[in-house]
């Protein structure tokens, strides 16, 4: 069968192989280039066939193993040739001598130049380096296949509620049971839920939290995975009269058993019920489920999930659903078939009330809320990378210029251009190797910052510095340098030395050039520091609904085999209530079902408000879905939260009263716009309740989002346990901390005190993904405007060396001092104003790339941008100013003696 044309990127690819190619002698390109690039046309075509990440890899791959194998191919071909060929002594001699000779003046030469070698080296190790951590972030956390079988084909379903603009719900029985009969679709579905549960040794030590996860038995079927130790769960697991039986995960197992292989079959505690340990779940394929908000939870204890679809509401969504596709079925097939399904349980289940089914990919799902940040982020550390190599071709083109006597000489004596730049060139490679060599060493470090990064960026605990990454970006700064010295040295005129000139064609425009590069950098990264300094400074003035300042946030779990539901822990919970309150310095307590910018609201449901002056008529958009929170008295005072009408909810608010609840301004304003909310009444959770108050919405997922709006309840009024506490105090809240710990002991020993941290510890967490690419663009910034500042410096020192005869001149026909500087000055800035507007349109469409992490200011921001150039124009005429002022304040009569 005839082979279809190659693609424009095979071309494009096949293309720089050829040119990489030139890097090896003749004799083998003769031999072995035909063949070499029809093997890489095939091995193109596969990686294309298995998705971008893959064609990446093979580009990286491919670049590195072609810069690797150029000098043994250039050895084994002399060795080879010198087998057929009899050199001779004295020639051999001579070009070993000759190489050598200028491998140790070149040597010499940085030696001499300390401050100019060590620049180039750091720069070189900080660009390389850096690039380097961020690649093997990306390559392992976006692009590198996850470890399960066929990780493709796995996809989590999710069902749909248009109407409540919800496109991540969780399935219920009808959507489960339809799925698990279609076997010509699936080749296996999984459910999941997941919470923390208490752990215990079972020998009398104090359990501690960890997130479960409990799924179907055949979960590791479907993923493909199978135990390190001991056995899976088996349908019989699952049984209501079965043992309890749990699996480990790897972590858990290596920090809390001390990866003791005995440990199967051994007995622990889950909340205060026994279970036997019959495995240990692999390390690399970890179990997750990923929830509709907030990161997935990773499971530390796996168990079996037990339910009776039948006696559920089928309206009622509470299930993950993990699919594995049958071979062959592609996206759009499966789009079709969920498409068909879910309009079947609408028309004869859901009451046509719209309800929907999607998938979403298991990678996509897992990494889509972490893909703009390390996008960007690399995007970074590219163009730090790109001003490091411009710098270090701007030093070349300086040393060249700078030489340019020494080279010509040697023209004029007959070497040829490429031999007389050869010293100039092993110069660059000895600079770009221990460059190289360094940034192994300030890659693994910065990789390290990884481990503290947000706790949602997965999978950064395998992650291994890509060493081939670093070497090839090296190799191709090494190639860009070497294409600088080719250049500098085949534009030369041989005959300028017998006329006595030192000029470098093109090479002070080649300067200007690199020094603009550098200067256009510096505004891209600091733009991006600057959107996204204005996002954090406006995100921390946004009313989010409550004041950490003060307060400590932690959840008791109270073991279920001493205080079975609610109603048994209500008088413990309201005793603790009052000896916090009695903890000298405190101001405010209170318990409920939910903390602010927790990640996660505990309870949602739709809400009417029937006779609403603000309903609209369409009976989707008037009942909303919305949190549903329950509190104790003095939660909303504890937690900062601002009451604006009526009042919050009492010990008087309990079981035997009428229902009550508060509402959200927003909800207030929608419902009753213009009117008091307060008195009037709304459904959900099959009550009436009558509106009691109205306060501002807590932030509960982000700081930058609402979310849904929210119902709050009293906790005595329902039968939900609120286990998050909440203490606000007139000090530190460090120094409360040992206090509530010895109260909750004091009360009941057994009682863990999990997740105890100041409030401001969650506006931290919420803002940790834009303060960590603030910091790291940041310092790419600083990092590239110093670089461009030096630049600046070098080229506006040359000029005036340059232009001494003509300053002297100036000088000594009258003109002012300050005339002077101001002429050196606009030379020196005619390139930096060009370099700095070609970076302010270029920072105008790269601010896209931070869209999800902008908050209240556009990409295109007309002020930061302004604010940016200004601060680098400010910096290049710095740098300017300092060798025109030298200048100026020369002794007119020297300057012309020299002359």
């Given amino acids: 069968m005839k082979r279809p044309p190659p693609s424009l990127g095979a071309r494009a690819s096949l293309a720089a192989l050829a040119i990489l190619l030139r890097l090896y002698p003749r004799d083998f390109r003769e031999r072995m280039g035909g063949e070499l690039l029809d093997g890489a046309e095939e091995r193109y075509r596969a990686a294309a066939a298995r998705g971008r990440p ?8 491919t670049t590195w193993g072609m810069l690797r194998n150029a000098p043994g191919t250039w050895l084994d071909d002399r060795t080879s040739a010198g087998r057929h060929r009899s050199a001779s002594p004295r020639e051999a001699a001579a070009f070993g001598d000759g190489l050598g000779r200028d491998l140790a003046h070149a040597t010499r030469r940085l030696r001499r130049s300390p401050w100019l070698s060590t620049y180039s080296v750091v720069g070189l190790a900080l660009g390389l380096g850096v690039f380097g951590a961020l690649f093997t972030v990306v390559d392992g956390i976006l692009w590198e296949p996850l470890p399960w079988e066929e990780p493709d084909e796995l996809a989590w379903v999710w069902r749909v509620y248009p109407s409540l603009d919800l496109d991540r719900g969780y399935l219920g029985g009808p959507e489960v049971l339809e799925l698990g009969e279609r076997h010509d679709l699936l080749d296996g579905l999984a459910l999941f839920r997941s919470g923390e549960m208490g752990l215990g040794g079972g020998d009398g030590s104090p359990a501690t939290r960890v997130d479960a996860v409990l799924a179907s038995p055949n979960v590791l079927d479907v993923l493909g995975i199978a135990p390190a130790l001991g056995r899976g769960l088996r349908p019989e697991d699952a049984l209501e009269e079965a043992p309890q039986v749990v699996l480990l995960s790897h972590a858990l197992w290596s920090s809390d058993f001390g990866g003791d292989p005995t440990v199967v079959g051994r007995m622990v505690l889950v909340e205060g019920t026994r279970a036997e340990v019959v495995g240990v779940l692999p390390q690399a394929a970890e179990v997750q489920h990923h929830q509709f908000t907030g990161p ?51 028309a004869t ?38 001003a490091m190599t411009a710098s270090l071709v701007a030093v070349i083109l300086g040393q060249s210029s700078e030489r340019s006597g020494e080279f010509e000489l040697r023209r004029a004596l007959g070497a040829s251009p490429l031999r007389a730049g050869r010293g100039l060139g092993l110069e660059s490679l000895v600079l770009v190797s221990v460059g190289t060599l360094g940034a192994l060493l300030v890659g693994r470090g910065f990789l390290g910052l990884m481990h503290v990064a947000p706790s949602d960026l997965p999978r950064t605990a395998a992650l291994q510095l890509s060493t081939p990454a670093i070497v090839a970006a090296g190799g191709l700064v090494a190639l860009v340098s070497l294409i600088a010295v080719g250049f500098s040295a085949l534009r030369r005129d041989s005959g300028q030395v017998a006329r006595g000139g030192h000029r470098v064609l093109g090479g002070d425009r080649g300067r200007r050039a690199l020094v603009g590069l550098q200067l256009a950098v510096s505004v891209v990264l600091l733009a991006g520091v600057g959107l996204l300094g204005r996002s954090v400074h406006d995100l921390l003035a946004v009313e989010s609904g409550f004041e950490p300042d003060g307060a400590v946030t932690f959840e008791l779990p109270f073991p279920e085999d001493r205080w079975p539901d609610a109603a048994a822990r209500r008088p413990l919970q309201r005793r603790l209530l009052a000896e916090f309150a009695a903890i000298p310095g405190v101001t405010g307590v209170g318990a409920g079902t939910d903390l602010p910018l927790d990640g996660a609201s505990s309870f949602q449901t739709v809400v009417r408000f029937p006779d609403a002056p603000g309903n609209s008529g369409d009976e989707d958009a008037d009942a909303p879905l919305m949190d549903y929170l329950a509190v104790s008295p003095g939660y909303l005072d504890a937690v900062g939260a601002r009451l604006l009408e009526g009042r919050a909810p009492t010990w008087a608010d309990d079981a035997a009263s009428p229902g009550v609840a508060l509402i959200t301004r927003e909800t207030a304003h929608r419902f009753f716009p213009g009117e008091s909310a307060v008195g009037r009444t709304l459904e959900g959770d099959g009550e009436t309740l009558e509106i009691i108050g109205v306060v501002e919405q807590l932030h509960l997922y982000d700081i930058a989002e609402p979310g849904w709006g ?39 020993p057994e009682i863990p005190v999990e997740r105890i941290r100041p409030l401001q510890g969650h506006v931290d967490d919420s803002l940790a993904e834009r303060r ?44 002012g001092r300050a005339g002077v500087v101001g002429l050196l000055l606009r030379d020196g800035l005619g390139f930096a104003l060009v370099g700095v507007a070609a970076g302010v349109v270029v920072s105008a469409f790269a601010g896209r790339a931070l869209g999800s992490l902008l908050y209240g200011v556009t990409p295109a921001d007309p002020l930061t941008l302004a604010g940016v150039a200004a601060l680098v124009l400010g910096t290049a005429a710095a740098a300017s100013l300092l060798p025109a002022r030298r200048a100026a304040s020369a002794d007119p009569a020297e300057v012309l003696r020299g002359e």
């Fill in 772 to 815: 960590l690419v603030f910091q790291l663009l940041l310092g790419f910034g600083i990092a590239a405007v110093f670089v461009a500042a030096l630049g600046i410096y070098g080229v506006a020192s040359l000029q005036v060396t340059r232009r001494r005869g003509e300053v002297g001149v100036r000088l000594a026909l009258g003109a």
């Fill in 710 to 748: 929210q119902v709050i309840r009293p906790l005595g009024q329902t039968t939900r346990f609120g286990g998050m506490f909440v203490v606000r105090a007139d000090r530190e809240p460090d120094a409360i901390i040992p206090a509530i710990r010895s109260v909750v002991s004091a009360a009941d």
């Fill in 54 to 61: 893959a064609l990446l890899r093979f580009v990286v791959r």
């Fill in 296 to 346: 997935p939870t990773t499971a530390e204890i796996l168990l079996p999930l037990s339910v009776d679809l039948a006696s559920q509401s089928p309206f009622r969504g509470f299930l993950g659903g993990l699919i594995r596709r049958q071979d062959g079925v592609s996206d759009t097939r499966l789009t079709q078939e969920l498409d068909a399904l879910a309009s079947t349980l609408d």
């Fill in 349 to 386: 289940v859901f009451e046509k009330a719209g309800v929907g089914l999607r998938f979403t990919k298991m990678h996509d799902d897992l990494v889509r809320d972490v893909r703009p940040v390390l996008l960007a982020v690399l995007a970074g550390s590219l163009f730090l990378l790109a």
